[in-house]
């Protein structure tokens, strides 16, 4: 179960930001040695806010009451941001960013979506990693989380354009998906646990 790290890992930057774009642009110009000190960047910045995130669940899974508040406000959180997606009107125009390496830098170090979607991810998968058994299979995880990172900067690499072509026409279409997906899986996780609740 613990190789899932690979798939939130790719997941996470699959969708054009200005990360992968950042990536796409300096692969393109063959400026292979800034490059691969952004890589490094972004595999740093990404473990730190994934293991951060992780270990400080593991610490807070000992207090009952403040760890059920979490799941709650995370199943909650998740339901929320898929109901946004479903909601968000198809976008007219496709702008190409300037000065994507400094907004990519910028995008890496300070991410705002990077804690509530880590604190989505543990929540949920958590009873199947079972993350507070030992360190281990956190930082194992975490370097999954990691290789799934690199897989998807090599494809941006690779087919970047082709990427980026099929995301702008079909990106409405993928976060709707996308949307009914948290949607049902912060409405079914946040039920569950309210319903377990009410039992106890």
């Known amino acids: 179960m613990i190789l899932i790290g690979i798939?939130?890992?790719?997941?996470?930057?699959?969708?054009?930001?200005?990360?992968?774009?950042?990536?796409?642009?300096?692969?393109?110009?063959?400026k292979y040695k800034l490059l691969f000190l952004i890589l490094a960047l972004i595999i740093f910045f990404e473990s730190i806010y994934c293991l951060s995130t992780l270990c400080?669940?593991?610490?807070?899974?000992t207090n009952g009451q403040l760890y059920t508040g979490i799941q709650l406000f995370s199943y909650l959180l998740a339901f929320t941001m898929g109901l946004l997606m479903l909601l968000e009107k198809k976008k007219k125009g496709n702008n190409k960013a300037n000065n994507t390496l400094y907004?990519?830098?910028?995008?890496?170090i300070i991410h705002p979506q990077q804690i509530p979607f880590w604190l989505i991810i543990g929540v949920v998968i958590n009873p199947l990693m079972k993350f507070g058994i030992n360190f281990f299979s956190i930082g194992s995880f975490v370097f999954l989380n990691a290789v799934g990172t690199l897989l998807a900067m090599f494809l941006y690499m690779k087919l970047g354009n082709k990427l980026l072509t099929?995301?702008?026409?079909?990106?409405?279409?993928?976060?709707k998906?996308?949307?009914?997906?948290?949607?049902?899986?912060g409405g079914y996780c946040f039920s569950n646990l309210f319903i377990t609740l009410l039992k106890s």
């Open 177 to 185: 998906s996308v949307g009914i997906f948290y949607v049902l899986i």
């Open 56 to 61: 400080l669940l593991n610490r807070i899974s």
């Open 7 to 30: 798939a939130i890992g790719f997941y996470g930057y699959l969708i054009p930001g200005n990360i992968n774009i950042m990536v796409l642009d300096l692969y393109s110009s063959k």
């Open 166 to 175: 099929y995301f702008s026409l079909n990106l409405y279409q993928i976060n």
């Open 103 to 108: 907004r990519g830098i910028f995008s890496i």
